[in-house]
């Protein structure tokens, strides 16, 4: 693993607001670059009171805006609900203004309930997931400008021309979508927070099936997996236990204080304590060699060129913490 990298989905803790989330946003992404952090990329979600950032390519800007050397990008933007020329045309603009930083990662999830993603898509109607490859290589054309002569929109370019194209990724949770990645030659991002299977042989079968690709020669893996570092044992779970509360609640709301939810059975492991429910993947938490052996056991399995961890708490100053600890443990940043 060459590198470690922040997935943000702009949380919003209870008793805030979501231009507070934003905000705390900006702060993460500048002390993350501080720690040596590589990536910093924004999810997509919409109509949710507990997650703010629903337009990534606008919060792309501010970001690479507010920091100097971190790639910043989408993780991801969910195609399916827009044209791939506006997709195309926002990150060329993004990579124009910022060039050799902007990623583009996207995925096919709604990110969104069903009427929510209706209103997105244009006549009503969100694109047949069936469309979702067709989009996938409309979108890399126009992003390379290399539409073939037998597009039905041949001629129409992606403007403005960046000097360095941004990198695209395909993000995945299942075969299918990793199956595209292959297919079209793309590096994959591997979200294993979300993923309600095993990522570990869809990986391998990625790496099989790979082709070859002008923008990618040879396969390349990023693992996005959830984490919560803390100084103590005790005190990560205390972290958690909101995001345990959120998770049984069906996303809903705001963030919760930790304060505000129940204690567990002092009897129980913290790894019962934290399977979620069924379909959800638990969180690795505790102290920082506890959590760097659980993610360095799953880049060794899935053999990940790369780790992004995604960290939701109610309080920011731990957050960040929790990302300075991760930083420290896997040798990107010299602890103080």
């Known amino acids: 693993m060459t590198h470690l990298s922040v997935l943000d989905q702009s949380p919003v803790p209870e008793g805030s607001t979501p231009g507070d989330a934003l905000r705390n946003s900006l702060d993460l992404a500048r002390r993350t670059e501080a720690m040596g952090y590589h990536r910093y990329w924004v999810a997509e979600h919409h109509g949710m009171t507990g997650l703010a950032g629903s337009s990534p390519e606008a919060l792309i800007g501010s970001i690479a805006g507010a920091t100097d050397r971190i790639r910043v990008g989408s993780g991801g933007v969910m195609l399916t609900h827009y044209a791939p020329l506006k997709v195309a045309e926002a990150f060329c603009v993004l990579a124009s203004l ?200 799953m880049v060794g399995t899935t053999g990940a060129d790369e780790l992004m961890v995604v960290s939701i708490c109610h309080n920011h100053e731990a957050r960040v913490r929790s990302y300075e600890l991760l930083a420290y443990e896997f040798g990107i940043s010299n602890p103080p």
């Open 98 to 297: 910022h060039p050799g930083r902007i990623d583009l990662g996207v995925g096919r999830a709604p990110g969104s309930d069903h009427l929510t993603a209706a209103a997105l898509a244009r006549g009503g109607s969100r694109t047949p997931l069936d469309h979702y490859p067709n989009q996938v290589e409309e979108l890399v054309h126009l992003v390379d400008d290399t539409l073939p002569a037998d597009s039905p929109i041949r001629g129409v370019r992606a403007t403005p021309r960046p000097d360095e194209l941004p990198e695209v990724w395909l993000l995945a949770s299942s075969a299918d979508s990793a199956a595209y990645a292959a297919h079209f030659g793309l590096p994959l991002g591997w979200a294993d927070f979300i993923a309600q299977v095993d990522g570990t042989p869809i990986v391998d079968a990625y790496r099989r099936q790979f082709r070859p690709s002008a923008r990618c020669s040879e396969p390349k893996v990023l693992l996005c997996t959830s984490a919560i570092c803390a100084e103590t044992e005790a005190e990560a779970e205390v972290m958690v236990s909101a995001v345990q509360a959120w998770r049984v609640s069906g996303l809903k709301g705001p963030i919760p204080a930790p304060t505000s939810v129940g204690s567990p059975p002092a009897n129980q492991s913290i790894a019962t304590r934290l399977t979620i429910q069924p379909g959800r993947r638990s969180i690795p938490a505790g102290t920082p060699d506890q959590v760097g052996s659980r993610l360095r056991e």
